[in-house]
């Protein structure tokens, strides 16, 4: 359906290459930079400036180790016949790439939501014409990247959406195109550590449903990722809607008696240990690293809903984070905090929310 890409592989090279293992042993706090390379319109088009080396050097004074970095790519093909991306765009990616290895920082690269050509159409009927455009994008992603050292990881997808066994298996077969056309394009490539996202990246979900791995030449290189945002009422939601009303206070110890209608009805400290046993049973007691590749909780102070205890509201917001963090990390699960510059200005390199900075970093304590 497109041209093959791997117009130049190499021999395998595992030089300085680390296992998935001894890799996540190297990194602990994860930052994502949200909403800039992943935009539909461009890197600025959301709101974000361009990524700087001062911003990446920020990010690592800050207190993390990793970076993610989601992507677009077929937002950014310049001929939809052949899936080819132009090369422009593939150089800039590359030297954001440049910044975040040239300063220690490990960094995972996706493909990501990228207008849902993906992640929508996990079915049968779609089944061969998106592992033909996730082969072409990977061939020259991997090519193109293929340089950089172990710092560099490369993620197959963002939020797949997969919810049965049936998508579960045409999801696994999006990732297997991944690993193979990473592989085949040889050099430090045949040994990268890769990472595969669970169905709808739903630690439940990914318990129950993902039962193998990809095929993979390589041995022992490969990453399951999740994402925690739970419970979204009290992470995300910013109005009442209707399967649920907007929460401000979470933990055993942070319930409103002025509010009780905003403290939540499930998903506090039982419900997120229970998620971590899980994957950590399935996954990284068998020596399989699992990274958090998204995870937040966000204030309202600012917006049109002030919760009317606006310290136990902050209270708690702190508290999720610490005690999330705390707890992936204590699962050997490495989180990566979900941030489109609410917490680290870009602009400006400052601290814009001290309390998350600080609660992060007591979580990684």
Not at 61 to 67: D, M, W
Not at 201 to 214: A, H, R, S
Not at 248 to 270: A, F, L, Q
Request: net charge negative; hydrophobic share 35%; proline share 5%.
């Amino acid at each position: 359906m497109y041209p093959s890409y791997n117009i130049s592989p190499q021999a395998p090279d595992s030089t300085g290459m680390s296992t998935a293992v001894q890799l996540a042993a190297k990194f602990k706090l994860g930052w994502n930079i949200g909403n800039t390379m992943e935009a539909t319109g461009g890197e600025t088009s959301w709101g974000n400036p361009l990524i700087t080396e001062s911003y990446v050097k920020f990010v690592k004074q800050s207190g993390f180790t990793a970076i993610r970095l989601p992507c677009a790519w077929d937002l950014h093909v310049d001929n939809k016949a052949t899936a080819h991306i132009d090369p422009n765009w593939l150089n800039r990616v590359k030297e954001v790439v440049g910044y975040c290895v040239n300063n220690g920082l490990y960094v995972m690269l996706n493909i990501h939501w990228d207008g849902g050509w993906l992640e929508n159409n996990i079915s049968k009927p779609k089944q061969d014409s998106v592992n033909a455009k996730q082969q072409a994008l990977w061939e020259q992603i991997a090519t193109a990247m293929r340089d950089f050292d172990e710092h560099l990881m490369f993620a197959s997808a963002n939020e797949p959406n997969a919810d049965n066994a049936e998508k579960m298996a045409v999801l696994a077969s999006y990732h297997e195109t991944f690993v193979a056309a990473v592989r085949a394009t040889g050099g430090r490539n045949s040994h990268r550590v890769l990472i595969v996202q669970g169905p709808n990246t739903n630690p439940g979900l990914t318990y129950d449903l993902m039962n193998t791995l990809p095929k993979d030449p390589a041995s022992n290189r490969l990453m399951v990722e999740v994402h925690n945002y739970t419970p979204a009422q009290f992470c995300f939601l910013n109005e009442d809607v209707s399967w649920g009303k907007m929460v401000y206070y979470w933990g055993k110890g942070n319930h409103s008696t002025i509010e009780p209608d905003r403290n939540p009805t499930y998903g506090e400290e039982d419900a997120i240990i229970a998620d971590y046993d899980k994957v950590k049973q399935k996954f990284i007691d068998k020596g399989i690293p699992v990274i958090m590749g998204e995870y937040g909780a966000y204030r309202r102070d600012g917006s049109a809903h002030v919760p009317k205890e606006l310290a136990l509201h902050n209270a708690s917001v702190d508290y999720w984070i610490t005690f999330v963090t705390k707890e992936a990390l204590a699962h050997g699960i490495k989180p990566f905090w979900w941030d489109t510059g609410g917490a680290l200005d870009r602009r400006n390199n400052t601290v814009k929310d001290q309390r998350t900075i600080d609660a992060l970093l007591a979580g990684g304590k």
